[in-house]
């Protein structure tokens, strides 16, 4: 079965690839190598796919933890999220260079889930479906305000080359600025509606749980804190966008990133993000404790 360096390699291998079929933009050269490209994507994203199914099965298997996914296992599911976009993107628009603002990207995702705990030990619980629910929307929403970044960088790059009028040192074609306006704007949205349905989850996890809700638990107000603040840029990315206001647009996916990042690393410092959950003893064991301490 593969292993994390084993797909992580792949995605480097794509993004060199990337760079040489830039300096092909036309001819046969440029065809063979997109060809070339399509069919190492297939196997990065299969055995990428066959690592995250053996660790959904391994979380299966767990009689004392059902359902339960890890930290390494969330990272896998957004960096795998990430990569089936960018497949879809290099089926749909072979000729353009999306591969060399996403993968990167990419790369970094898988890398800091190698770095990550994949140890499951968290104790058995009646709202794992909830958990499950509630971690799968805050992962799309992590993938997607990062491909919503990839968008606006090329934005950015696509903006200055149509502006400049000095020969461009290197020809990648990009897609259109509207195709990165609009797609951009549709991360950002998608990103607010899936944390929003993360943190309904979240409460509604904790109320089947523990039968209340810590409003003043860190990790909770800083995921209510990255949740408002995407509801309030998307707001203001359509207003800019409804004003002409194109790169004001592209800089909200930017900032969001950046928001998204900062938030992720709170969350992960508190012990809302920790990996386990603290052992309880049973009734029996504390009592007999309690007699041996008055004894």
Partial sequence: MPNVICFLLSYLLLLVMELIRGKFPVGSVGVVLTRLLIVSATIAVFTHSLYLLDRLFLALANEESPLYLSWHDWGTLSSWMLAAAYYTMLLRRPNN????????????LVGGTFLLPSDIGIRNSSASGWRLAHGVGMTLGTMLISLGMAMAIMYFIQSSWLRSTKPRRFKLQLPSLEYLES??????????????FGMVSGVIMNIVKDGQVEWLDRGILFSGGLFLWLIAASITQWQFSQRGRGQSTAAMNIISFVVVVAALALVLSTPHGSNTAPEVKPISSQSETIEKDFR
């Fill in 183 to 196: 797609f951009g704007r549709k991360c950002l949205l998608g990103s607010a509606a899936s944390i929003g």
């Fill in 97 to 108: 260079r999306i591969g060399i603002f996403v993968i990167p990207l990419l790369i970094l």
